[in-house]
């Protein structure tokens, strides 16, 4: 039987799929294969919900005494943060160059235009959210670190 922790842990992966899904869903519907930041939008939606788990709920997580995950925590937030500052810059200069209604697949009706808004809003929210996160990331990861190396019942 999977314990509780666990149980927690597979659900809120299935919730942050599911958050994906509907929001990169429509996006597919109205921009299709022209869109190319699906990936960047998927790690950034991925990581701004799974860091802002970490950062507030560690200790309900089966890995929140685990030192090594909190280790690996503070150093692999670098290069995510790397990446998710490039991807940031590319959809920056997408958006720049082509602008966003080169995406849209039927761009005289003037609702796709707001739905252009919505698709650059939503990963313009997610991406830097997913950056505040990460810089917060090892600064969590390092507090429990130090409380469990220096309690036993605090995380």
């Known amino acids: 039987m999977i314990s509780k922790k666990w149980q927690v842990e597979l659900l809120s992966i299935l919730f942050i799929a599911g958050i994906c899904a509907l929001i990169l869903v429509p996006v597919y519907f109205q921009a299709g294969s022209l869109y190319k930041f699906y990936i960047q939008n998927?790690?950034?939606?991925?990581?701004f919900f799974s860091f802002t788990k970490?950062?507030?709920?560690?200790?309900?997580?089966?890995?929140?005494?685990?030192?090594?995950?909190?280790?690996a925590g503070i150093f692999l937030a670098i290069p995510i943060f790397i990446y998710l500052i490039n991807s940031l810059y590319d959809f920056q200069r997408f958006l720049d160059e082509e602008g966003i209604a080169s995406v849209l697949l039927h761009t005289q009706n003037m609702d796709n235009y707001d739905f252009g808004k919505f698709i650059r809003?939503?990963?313009?929210?997610?991406?830097?959210?997913?950056?505040?996160?990460?810089?917060?990331?090892?600064?969590?990861?390092?507090?429990?670190?130090?409380?469990?190396?220096?309690?036993?019942?605090?995380v």
């Open 42 to 47: 998927v790690i950034s939606i991925f990581a």
């Open 121 to 154: 809003y939503q990963y313009l929210l997610f991406n830097t959210g997913a950056l505040v996160c990460t810089v917060l990331l090892p600064v969590r990861m390092i507090v429990s670190f130090w409380r469990t190396y220096n309690t036993k019942d605090q």
């Open 54 to 71: 970490y950062i507030f709920l560690l200790e309900y997580l089966p890995y929140s005494r685990n030192r090594w995950f909190k280790f």
